[in-house]
């Protein structure tokens, strides 16, 4: 049974840092590449980073030179430090495996506001 639990949210003023993590299981981490998401609202679930099962990362344009992902695979947890926060980093981040399983997380709410 895949079981995905984010946390480390929480609001934070522009230009300001968290680390969000994401500890899963059922879901053979080892092996997986794994990525971040969010949904911002009124918009729709978007790829934010992702991780290889080699520890190769790539990320999407925006967050780009200020997200970070990490994995600890003896933990099966999944890390984004995310760093330099704009207000359009709003959202409600989750991870899951690159593509993603049917099933997700709660997620975890990132608010940068003033």
């Known amino acids: 049974q895949v079981q995905l639990m984010e946390s480390g949210g929480g609001l934070v003023q522009p230009g300001g840092s968290l680390r969000l993590s994401c500890a899963a299981s059922?879901?053979?981490?080892?092996?997986?590449?794994m990525s971040w998401y969010r949904q911002a609202p009124g918009k729709q679930r978007e790829l934010v980073a992702t991780?290889?099962?080699?520890?190769?990362?790539t990320y999407a344009d925006p967050v780009k030179g200020r997200f970070i992902i990490s994995r600890d695979n003896a933990k099966e947890t999944l890390y984004l430090q995310v760093n330099s926060l704009k207000s359009e980093d709003t959202a409600v981040y989750f991870c899951?495996?690159?593509?993603?399983?049917?099933?997700w997380g709660q997620g975890t709410q990132v608010t940068v506001s003033s």
């Open positions: 899951n495996s690159f593509p993603p399983k049917n099933i």
């Open positions: 059922g879901i053979m981490f080892s092996i997986n590449a």
């Open positions: 991780i290889s099962n080699n520890n190769i990362a």
